[in-house]
């Protein structure tokens, strides 16, 4: 188990679910794949295959994700929350930087403008793209 992981057992399961959405949802835009198994979570989170399987189950229960065998996908649901977990960790990096815009943009004079910057440029969610492609 992960160091960094909280100790009381309500707050870990909320952390390896958040965790575990968060990888799903990456490798499945990074083209990795959008298959996991527990000793996936093993490699990529240091967590434990046995206990990795437990959390793979809760989230099948919770709707999140479908099992096929060994093998566990996002459900729609499921990556809907895995784009907000991994948005909402990632939020800091994707703020507009320093050079990222033209001087003269609004969104080098403050937190406010560079977040109405930042959110013109977001991508849609898999919902918005959806309802744009049917």
């Not at 527990?38 to 479908?66: F, H, I, S």
Request: glycine residues 8%.
């Amino acid at each position: 188990m992960s160091t960094y992981s909280p100790k009381s057992e309500g707050l870990r399961a909320l952390y390896w679910r958040s965790e575990i959405l968060r990888l799903m949802y990456w490798l499945r835009g990074e083209g990795f794949g959008d298959l996991v198994d527990a000793p996936m979570l093993r490699r990529y989170l240091g967590l434990d295959a046995k206990v990795g399987l437990g959390y793979l189950e809760n989230l099948v229960e919770d709707g999140l994700v479908v099992r096929d065998g060994d093998w566990f996908a996002l459900s729609e649901q499921g990556l809907v929350e895995g784009e907000e977990e991994y948005l909402c960790a990632f939020s800091d990096l994707l703020k507009p930087v320093h050079g990222q815009c033209s001087p003269e943009c609004w969104c080098q004079m403050s937190d406010e403008e560079a977040q109405a910057c930042s959110s013109q440029k977001e991508r849609p969610t898999p919902t918005e793209r959806k309802s744009r492609n049917p």
